[in-house]
Each structure stands twice: as structure tokens, then as C-alpha cells.
């Protein structure tokens, strides 16, 4: 029991750390190849380092961008203690470290297109996208995110106002460094960043939950346990017109096995009512974790 206990962790850091790594490599795409050619700077270390390069030309944004992160990390480990999370460490160490190397590989001497507004979509999304994976396992991407972590241990202030507040006095020194036009399409990235962390998120979390009215509900049950490899709850029900009895099975299942489970109940149990809604937030074996 303790080793398949053992295995099924080690799989899953497994997955986390595919996933982190992944997540990273999409917010480096955004950031070095959209994001620091444009000048675009929508808060965090990647838009102080965007600032900071403007200042001090002798000094990549990538040069920038390690150092800050290097330096706040180790703030973070002082004032946060060792609960403060390896995952942070691995993603912020990783997405400093690839700029850092493509700086040197593959210069950026300007923008890939002339298309600022097109730019600024792929400068928002990428970097969003792997935000947003990194959320979903309770990773982040360190820098101002350390901070705001900070803050709320020494305060009252939430971990949300705080990074707003801190994002948006970057992007407002944006406006400073390289005028009304950069600033404002950064305004622009902020606003739209968190609208899309939110709506990939509620996109990867969501689930299928089923409601499944029937007079045969055995083989169903049976297909849900055996093929699709999930539980479900039976209850006893009774139709009000007719006061007959029926059972409803209660199960939550992927997308994917949603279609199964669909496509079985009505080629099998066409009398069979289904009631079929989405579900973002599910906590307990299989899926979420109560911590």
C-alpha cells in the first residue's frame, strides 16, 4: 500500500514538473519574442527589466531579468522561509535562465512584424496561457508574485490588490520611458492579462457533471466503474406525475468521457434523462485535492 502510495506521487510530481516546464517555455515565447521587442511592459520583473534596459542600455533585459529574480527569490527564502516552494524557485530559475540564453542566441534587434496591436495579442495570451498552467498545480513564475507574498504576510493587504497595485505603477512607468503610445498598448496587456489567466483556467478545470434519471441503472453504473474508471451515487428518486420510481446517478467525469458516457446512456437507455452542466471546482479523489 505505502508503495503504490510512493509511485502515485512520484507521478505526479512527474506531471507537475512536465507541466511547469511547459507552462514556462509558452511565457518565454511571449515574453522574448512579443513582449521585449515592443517594449511592452505589463508589470512583473519581465516589465520592470523592459524599464530598467531603457535606462540603462548597457544592461539586457534578460541581464535585468535574472538578476531581479535571483534577488527576490532569495528575499523570498529570507522572509518566507523554506515553505516558500521549490516550484517557484524551478519556474522563475528556468524562465530567467532561457532568456537569458536567447538574448545570446538569437537577438532580438526588433519586432517581428510591424503590427503592434497584433504583437501585443501573442505578448498577452503566451505569457497568460502559462500562467494560468502554472496556477492550475500551485506553481508561479516568482518575481513581483514574491513580493505581494511578502506584503501579505507583513499585512493586511490581499496577495490580489497587491500585485495590481504593483503591476499597474509599472505599466504606468511605461508611459515615461516610451510614450503615451507603448504605454497605453500596456495598459491595454494589463487589463487583458488577467482576463485571460481567468478564462484559461476556468477552461482547463472544467468538468462534465451528470445527472442520469433512470429505471436501469445498473449496466450504466457499471459503464461509469469499469470502462470509464470513475464513481458515481446512486439516490432513490420518484417521478412526481407519475410516482414511479427511478434512481439518479450522480457522476463528474472529464470532457472527453463526458462523450462516452453521453453516447452510451442513449444507445442503451433511451427512456434514460440526462441533466449535463459544467463544474470548474471539484475537490476529492480523482480529481482535486482538498489542500
Known amino acids: 500500500m505505502q508503495l503504490t502510495k510512493t509511485s502515485g506521487r512520484a507521478q505526479e510530481n512527474l506531471r507537475d514538473f512536465a507541466a511547469m516546464t511547459f507552462g514556462t517555455l509558452i511565457m518565454v515565447v511571449g515574453i522574448y519574442f512579443f513582449k521585449y521587442p515592443n517594449n511592452f ?3 512583473g520583473v519581465s516589465g520592470i527589466s523592459v524599464i530598467l534596459a531603457h535606462y540603462f542600455p548597457g544592461v539586457t533585459k534578460g541581464d535585468f531579468g535574472l538578476g531581479l ?10 522572509m518566507l522561509g523554506r515553505d516558500f516552494g521549490y516550484k517557484t524557485t524551478y519556474v522563475s530559475l528556468l524562465q530567467s535562465g532561457l532568456i537569458w540564453v536567447l538574448e545570446r542566441v538569437y537577438p532580438m534587434a526588433q519586432p517581428m512584424t510591424d503590427q503592434p496591436l497584433l504583437e501585443l495579442v ?8 502559462g500562467s494560468a ?10 518575481g513581483t508574485d514574491i513580493i505581494a507574498m511578502i506584503v501579505k504576510k507583513h499585512s493586511t493587504l490581499a496577495i490580489g490588490r497587491a500585485l495590481m497595485i504593483s503591476d499597474m505603477i509599472i505599466t504606468l512607468m511605461a508611459c515615461v520611458a516610451f510614450g503615451m503610445k507603448t504605454g ?13 489567466v481567468d478564462m484559461v483556467l476556468e ?14 441503472p445498473d449496466h450504466i453504473e457499471h459503464f461509469i466503474t469499469r470502462t470509464l474508471h470513475r464513481g458515481a451515487t446512486r439516490v432513490h428518486g420518484e417521478g412526481v406525475y ?20 453521453r453516447r452510451y446512456v442513449k444507445a442503451n437507455d433511451p427512456e434514460a434523462f440526462l ?3 459544467n463544474t470548474g471546482e471539484i475537490i476529492g479523489n480523482g480529481f482535486r485535492g482538498v489542500n
Do not use: D, W
Not at 203 to 216: E, S
Open 41 to 43: 511592459s505589463t508589470g
Open 122 to 129: 501573442f505578448a498577452v495570451a503566451l505569457p497568460a496561457i
Open 275 to 277: 441533466l449535463i452542466t
Open 184 to 196: 497605453l498598448f500596456s495598459i491595454l496587456g494589463l487589463v487583458t492579462k488577467s482576463l485571460v
Open 203 to 216: 477552461n482547463i478545470n472544467t468538468n462534465k457533471c451528470f445527472h442520469i434519471i433512470t429505471a436501469h
Open 69 to 78: 529574480n535571483i534577488l527576490l527569490l532569495i528575499m523570498g527564502y529570507i
Open 242 to 261: 407519475t410516482h414511479q420510481g427511478r434512481e439518479v446517478l450522480l457522476t463528474v467525469v472529464n470532457r472527453k468521457q463526458a462523450v462516452e458516457l
Open 133 to 142: 498552467i502554472l496556477f492550475n498545480i500551485g506553481a508561479s513564475s516568482g
